[in-house]
T-cell receptor
Framework: AQSVSQHNHHVILSEAASLELGCNYS??????LFWYVQYPGQHLQLLLK??????LVKGIKGFEAEFIKSKFSFNLRKPSVQWSDTAEYFC????????????FGKGTTLSVSS | NAGVTQTPKFRILKIGQSMTLQCTQD?????MYWYRQDPGMGLKLIYY???????DKGEVPNGYNVSRSTTEDFPLRLELAAPSQTSVYFC?????????????FGPGTRLTVT
């Protein structure tokens, strides 16, 4: 069965620090990859997505992620975090041959102190 | 566009009661989904629909029912509420499934069963 692993449960950073959140998935076929963010009290919003092409994708608010097929990874990065980035971040995978469902990781809570 | 709307925002049920969580989208999306989010567990798919009249089970369908009589609406029914159904429920929609189109999420319904 497909699964998504997010290795960091809770990350605490100071403003201006760099961020990298790990995401690994288990599926051998073609996948679509997503990072969603959930700000406190809000619903999930798409940060970025990868379908095909350039494995380095850029999203909103200065976030980017790199798809490394050989490592089954899709890590999220941001060079300099802000207090407003405090949120929960979810990696999600859609295995194209398995239909429409998204499989979510358990999420990483990011706390940024000013 | 309002996007994906859900009602109610909060609800407390007694064990054995029933209720319907409402979900409506105004983006003319074919695909709709119901997820539940439990703390530290990410989101898990309950049911999904690929169009009016067509529904299918997700990862955790037990204790729930759905219907899809129109493109816009995708209600989730709890027949005999149990404490294990205490969770936050998110409805989502997408234009298409196979290409991994972005899923748009509603604001969620926080349900407590006591």
């Amino acid at each position: 069965a497909q699964s998504v692993s997010q290795h960091n449960h809770h990350v605490i950073l100071s403003e201006a620090a760099s961020l990298e959140l790990g995401c690994n998935y288990s599926y051998g076929g073609t996948v679509n990859l997503f990072w969603y963010v959930q700000y406190p009290g809000q619903h999930l919003q798409l940060l970025l997505k990868y379908f095909s092409g350039d494995p380095l994708v850029k999203g909103i608010k200065g976030f980017e992620a790199e798809f490394i097929k050989s490592k089954f990874s899709f890590n999220l990065r941001k060079p300099s975090v802000q207090w407003s980035d405090t949120a929960e971040y979810f990696c999600a995978v859609n295995a194209r041959q398995a239909g429409t469902a998204l499989i979510f990781g358990k999420g990483t809570t990011l706390s940024v102190s000013s | 566009n309002a996007g994906v709307t859900q009602t109610p925002k909060f609800r407390i049920l007694k064990i054995g009661q029933s209720m319907t969580l409402q979900c409506t989208q105004d983006m003319n999306h074919n695909y709709m989904y119901w997820y539940r989010q439990d703390p530290g567990m990410g989101l898990k798919l309950i049911y999904y629909s690929v169009g009016a009249g067509i529904t299918d089970k997700g990862e955790v369908p037990n204790g729930y029912n759905v219907s899809r009589s129109t493109t816009e609406d995708f209600p989730l029914r709890l027949e005999l509420a149990a404490p294990s159904q205490t969770s936050v429920y998110f409805c989502a929609s997408s234009y298409g499934g196979l290409a991994g189109h972005e899923q748009y999420f509603g604001p969620g319904t926080r349900l407590t069963v006591t």
